[in-house]
């Protein structure tokens, strides 16, 4: 069984800085396409970033590229989001998904690509 675990999130100031990490378990981390979504108080989830099972590929929201970086470290089965001048319309839930491609150079920008969801993480950023 899947567990994805986030982690990092917390209280920033506009202009400031996050690390957000999700640790997996219960897969073959390599063989797994990773996401980052959000979901602000009275909207729908929406797509942040995602990583190939190789690393070597990535996409990002618009609204987060040049601010926003996705990693993954096989060897801790982890999958971070480094965020940097943060503005409070980034306050958000930040979940973390995943799911199996067996291209190596597969991303998924739609939620419904992802089959396990960790339980979120809480960003607030204020103004």
């Known amino acids: 069984q899947v567990q994805l675990v986030e982690s990092g999130g917390g209280l920033v100031q506009a202009g400031g800085s996050l690390r957000l990490s999700c640790a997996a378990s219960?897969?073959?981390?390599?063989?797994?396409?990773m996401g980052w979504f959000r979901q602000a108080p009275g909207k729908e989830r929406e797509f942040v970033a995602t990583?190939?099972?190789?690393?070597?590929?990535?996409d990002y929201a618009d609204s987060v590229k040049g601010r926003f970086t996705i990693s993954r470290d096989s060897a801790k089965s982890t999958v971070s989001l480094q965020m940097i001048s943060l503005k409070p319309e980034d306050t958000a839930v930040y979940y973390c998904?995943?799911?199996?491609?067996?291209?190596?150079?597969?991303?998924?920008?739609?939620?419904?690509?992802?089959?396990?969801w960790g339980q979120g993480t809480q960003v607030t950023v204020s103004s």
């Open positions: 219960g897969l073959t981390f390599g063989n797994y396409v």
């Open positions: 998904a995943s799911d199996f491609r067996l291209r190596s150079n597969v991303v998924i920008t739609t939620e419904g690509g992802y089959g396990s």
């Open positions: 990583i190939s099972r190789s690393g070597g590929t990535t």
